[in-house]
């Protein structure tokens, strides 16, 4: 009996939600930069390569959402913070903006999925440590705005 060649184990690749995440970090980074404006962002990154692994619709609902709601998103995520919004590094702005509008407007996601794509996020685009300060913020989000589910949680 010859043994049948094992294939490699392969890295999953990540889902349509998360490229998503990614590409609208990125949009609201140059948003928040270049002062671009919504039309453009969403323009540009409907061209963008990386779309074909996204979810275009969600990416233009959520950059749409944040984007209409960042005063009110940041106020609410301002209530964890250690210091002034001001202060918080661009992208770690567009992470919580993103985790905060999920766990407040998008609730067939479980909050420990946002939370992490939260820190994922902060480790592939963030400063070295960001991505503890924004699990530690996103958390204190989620148990506010998800009291329910985070207390079913913990049973």
Do not use: C
Request: avoid cysteine.
């Amino acid at each position: 009996m010859s043994e049948q060649p094992t294939k490699p184990a392969r890295k999953p690749r990540p889902n349509r939600r998360h490229w998503t995440r990614r590409l609208l970090v990125q949009a609201l980074y140059q948003w928040r930069l270049a002062d671009a404006e919504l039309t453009t962002l969403l323009a540009e990154y409907r061209l963008a390569e990386d779309m074909r692994s996204a979810d275009p619709e969600w990416f233009a609902e959520a950059l749409r959402g944040i984007i209409h709601a960042a005063g009110p998103l940041a106020s609410q995520v301002s209530e964890h913070l250690d210091r002034p919004w001001g202060q918080i590094d661009p992208v770690e702005q567009g992470i919580l903006l993103l985790g905060t509008y999920e766990l407040t407007q998008d609730f067939g996601t479980p909050y420990r999925v946002i939370i992490t794509e939260g820190v994922e996020l902060a480790r592939l685009f963030g400063a070295q440590d960001s991505h503890r300060y924004i699990n530690g913020v996103l958390d204190r989000v989620a148990r506010q705005a998800r009291a329910v589910e985070v207390k079913a949680a913990k049973r």
